[in-house]
């Protein structure tokens, strides 16, 4: 039933490790994205692929880095994890590169904590 | 390039008083409106959203009218209630190719019984 799922919903790891962010989505859309909301709430758009091409590709660390294996699926690498990596990340999904008025759908998130 | 301002919470209200959570945009062109909520340990979900100007989007008991002339995008609800508890957020699409969504800050809201 579920939409758009990410694995896992938490991770707890040590500053340093690298670590990985899986989404799947089972709605047929051809867009994905990850995101990051801080503590304050506030969304920041990450990354963004279109039918396993990159898309949008903010001022991100070269430490993250997305794979698109097929349009279904968006993972999101880390490497060297920082303090200031803590937040969590949200993978969403849409329908069409050209149209404006489509919605994102979003997953449940992943609760990163680096101590 | 487009932004959406969006009051800063939180927003505190008492069951069955009236909502309105303020959001203004900038934009280039006819840009798609949305509003989005985001409850407890979950991830967005759409609310409502319009695509043109004077369309109103409506869910849940929640309205929103695109005004173009005063580029806002205002929620209206006559009624919360406690389960309506959330952070709002309001966002908008560009028009013409493949645009990014545009989050706003996001207002949480508590309603109280």
């Known amino acids: 039933d579920t939409a758009v799922s990410q694995t896992p919903k ?3 790891t040590q500053m340093g490790n690298d ?3 899986k989404c799947e989505q089972n709605l047929g859309h051809d ?9 304050k709430k506030f969304l ?17 660390p070269n430490r993250f880095s997305p794979k698109s294996p097929d349009k279904a699926h968006l993972n999101l690498h880390i490497n ?11 993978c969403a999904s849409s329908q069409g590169i050209n149209r404006g008025g489509q919605p994102q759908h979003f997953g449940d998130g992943t609760r990163l904590s680096i101590l | 390039g487009n932004s959406v301002t969006q009051m800063e919470g939180p927003v505190t209200l008492s069951e069955e008083a009236f909502l309105t959570i303020n959001c203004t945009y900038t934009a280039t062109g006819y840009p798609s409106l949305f509003w989005y909520v985001q409850y407890p340990g979950e991830g967005l979900q759409l609310l409502l959203k319009a695509t043109k100007a004077d369309d109103k989007g409506s869910n849940k008991g929640f309205e929103a009218t695109y005004r173009k002339e005063t580029t806002s995008f205002h929620l209206e609800k006559g009624s919360v209630q406690v389960s309506d508890s959330a952070v709002y ?9 493949y645009q ?3 989050f706003g800050i996001g207002t949480k809201l508590q309603v109280i019984p």
């Open chain 1, 44 to 60: 920041k758009i990450m990354f963004s692929y279109n039918n396993k091409e990159l898309i949008i590709n903010e001022t991100v």
């Open chain 1, 80 to 90: 060297s994890l920082e303090l200031g990596d803590s937040a969590v990340y949200f």
């Open chain 1, 19 to 21: 670590k990985s962010i």
């Open chain 2, 100 to 102: 990014k969504v545009t």
């Open chain 1, 10 to 12: 938490y991770l707890v």
């Open chain 2, 89 to 97: 957020f309001c966002a908008l699409s560009g028009s013409g190719g």
């Open chain 1, 31 to 39: 867009t994905m994205y990850w995101y990051k909301q801080d503590s």
